[in-house]
């Protein structure tokens, strides 16, 4: 199983990134994939879920309206739009995946509001 992030990077309060997390070895489109971060010196928080075929989504309250999680299963990829970005979204970004009761993770990709 590997999972590649990216699209991380600076930006300014009130603009917009898009993540990408590109999945392989395992069959991505049966299984829920989860977007979580970490920010320094506070423990890692789930973000965003999604269901395996894209339909249920779920979000952490405070990303609640600004952020869409989504995904493509034809190209093993899910996404994490993040519009209306707030200081306090800077953070290292992780593609989580569990599979069969294993959670698997990428190398993270760093997310950094500020002006």
């Known amino acids: 199983v590997q999972l590649v992030e990216s699209g991380g990077g600076l930006v300014q309060p009130g603009g917009s990134l898009r993540l990408s997390c590109a999945a392989s070895?395992?069959?991505?489109s049966s299984w829920p994939m989860r977007w979580y971060r970490q920010a320094p010196g506070k423990e890692r928080e789930?973000?965003?879920?999604?269901?395996?075929?894209?339909?249920?989504?779920n979000y952490e309250d405070s990303v609640k309206g600004r952020f869409t999680i989504s995904r493509d299963n034809a190209k093993n990829t899910v996404y994490l739009q993040m519009n209306s970005l707030k200081p306090e979204d800077t953070a290292v970004y992780y593609c989580?995946?569990?599979?069969?009761?294993?959670?698997?993770w990428g190398q993270g990709t760093q997310v950094t509001v500020s002006s």
């Open positions: 070895g395992f069959t991505f």
């Open positions: 989580n995946g569990r599979i069969i009761m294993r959670d698997y």
């Open positions: 789930l973000v965003a879920a999604i269901s395996s075929a894209g339909g249920s989504t």
